[in-house]
């Protein structure tokens, strides 16, 4: 089960060796707990935003088309579409890829004139990440497509870091460095450091596409002989 934020909270107190107890919630905090607090919450989104495709990012976006309306919104968590995921009806045999084109490329030379409704083959990632599709539906489809949700600041006692819960620790040690760097701590800030390049390591093998090879204890590279 992750760690709710007041969790990871509570413990970030206990490993700077804060004393008293708590904090018994993340809101309405003063002084040391209140920075504690706000560390732990920007250490998540430091983390989460160091790139737009992290696995544990990766959602799946599918929405019924509407006949005549080429306009479709982009889902409320959306963060980065993966460009070559969208298609219609995948699950039918009569499934149609969706190619991708130019916003400023459909401005020029698709946008204008009298439109007939058909069966969309091309799709536009317009510059605020909705979506258009070209030409305009004739009847409903399914479109669906791959994206990657984009992480928002943890600010209730229950909210949960979109990051997998075997890396609790990253998000502590990144939150002590900037707890260091106040209390002029410069050991804590080495064992903080330490922790966090390795944890890094582990997390960008896991969920970032091409690592996957630095996760294996062995290599399957064969060597000939000249």
């Not at 804060?18 to 993340?26: C, D, E, K, L």
């Not at 058909?118 to 791959?146: F, G, R, S, V």
């Amino acid at each position: 089960m992750s760690s709710t934020f007041l969790e990871l909270c509570q413990l970030m107190r206990q490993e700077c060796g804060v004393g008293g107890s708590g904090p018994p919630t993340v809101t309405g905090q003063t002084g040391m707990l209140a920075k504690l607090v706000s560390w732990v919450a920007d250490a998540d989104i430091d983390i989460c935003t160091k790139y737009l495709d992290w696995g544990f990012l990766h959602a799946e976006f599918s929405r019924p088309t509407v006949a005549g309306t080429k306009d479709v919104s982009a889902p409320s968590d959306f963060g980065l579409w993966d460009e070559d995921s969208f298609f219609l009806n995948y699950t039918t045999s009569a499934y149609q890829k969706l190619s991708k084109l130019d916003y400023f490329e459909w401005r020029s030379s698709y946008r204008n004139g009298v439109k007939s409704n058909q069966k969309p083959t091309e799709i536009i990632i317009k510059p605020n990440k909705d979506l258009i599709l070209e030409p305009p539906p004739d009847i409903e489809y399914t479109l669906t497509a791959d994206y990657y949700k984009t992480a928002t600041k943890m600010t209730a006692n229950t909210s949960v870091s979109l990051i997998p819960t075997k890396f609790d620790r990253l998000i502590i040690a990144r939150a002590k460095m900037w707890y260091a760097e106040h209390e002029n701590a410069p050991e804590v800030m080495q064992g903080a450091v330490v922790e966090y390049k390795e944890l890094m390591g582990r997390l960008e093998s896991l969920y970032l596409r091409g690592q996957e090879p630095n996760t294996m204890g062995h290599s399957h590279m064969v060597i000939v002989p000249e």
